[in-house]
T-cell receptor, first 112, second 109 residues
Framework: DAGVIQSPRHEVTEMGQEVTLRCKPI?????LFWYRQTMMRGLELLIY????????DSGMPEDRFSAKMPNASFSTLKIQPSEPRDSAVYFC??????????FGDGTRLSIL | QQPVQSPQAVILREGEDAVINCSSS?????VHWYRQKHGEAPVFLMI?????EQKGHEKISASFNEKKQQSSLYLTASQLSYSGTYFC??????????FGTGTRLQVFP
């Protein structure tokens, strides 16, 4: 079975540019999670969806960050405008009810 | 409130044992344990549900004391492949996990 698929794997862009990260969850999973990982702050939950509906976005740092899940097989995390402090590894994970979360390989984002 | 893990780092020789602890200030429904190798995604190890059960996966086992809001991960007869950073993820009454501060484990031959 295919796991959680994230793209791109690496992204390097200049400050002020728009960044879009993509995630395809495991088929049949009804929950999707976006995390950010840095050395300083560890693994932080940004937002999660259940049945395509955003349930908790309290971890989204500020209005520059937005996430959508238009259908059960696709989600995006967008940063506009991007800043150097947004540099991190962004993970997407999915799960079904009472099951563990499965993580994608992550997107390593560098904002110059 | 992020769960606190201890110790922050452990260095072992192959064959030695280790215990990693995870403490939360909030009531817990379950505890999830993950291992992350450098440059890779976290990989699921096991879930413990409230009830104080102990689970095992090969030579890795864990316990959950819901009254103390603590979980411990036991690594027995460690192997080189056990090296990585271990995270506990705690779940309250929602689907979301709050991950702990992480414990870096290094196993040397």
């Amino acid at each position: 079975d295919a796991g959680v698929i994230q793209s791109p794997r690496h992204e390097v862009t200049e400050m002020g540019q728009e960044v879009t990260l993509r995630c395809k969850p495991i088929s049949g999973h009804n929950s999707l999670f976006w995390y950010r990982q840095t050395m300083m702050r560890g693994l932080e939950l940004l937002i999660y969806f259940n049945n395509n509906v955003p349930i908790d976005d309290s971890g989204m740092p500020e209005d520059r960050f937005s996430a959508k899940m238009p259908n059960a097989s696709f989600s995006t995390l967008k940063i506009q405008p991007s800043e150097p402090r947004d540099s991190a590894v962004y993970f997407c994970a999915s799960s079904s009810i009472n099951q563990p979360q499965h993580f994608g390989d992550g997107t390593r984002l560098s904002i110059l | 409130q992020q769960p606190v893990q201890s110790p922050q780092a452990v260095i072992l020789r192959e064959g030695e044992d280790a215990v990693i602890n995870c403490s939360s200030s909030k009531a817990l429904y379950s505890v999830h344990w993950y291992r992350q190798k450098h440059g890779e995604a976290p990989v699921f190890l096991m879930i413990l549900l409230k009830g104080g059960e102990q689970k095992g996966h090969e030579k890795i086992s864990a316990s959950f004391n819901e009254k103390k809001q603590q979980s411990s991960l036991y690594l027995t007869a460690s192997q080189l492949s056990y090296s990585g950073t271990y995270f506990c993820g705690t779940e309250g009454n929602t689907d979301k996990l709050i991950f702990g501060t992480g414990t870096r484990l290094q196993v040397f031959p």
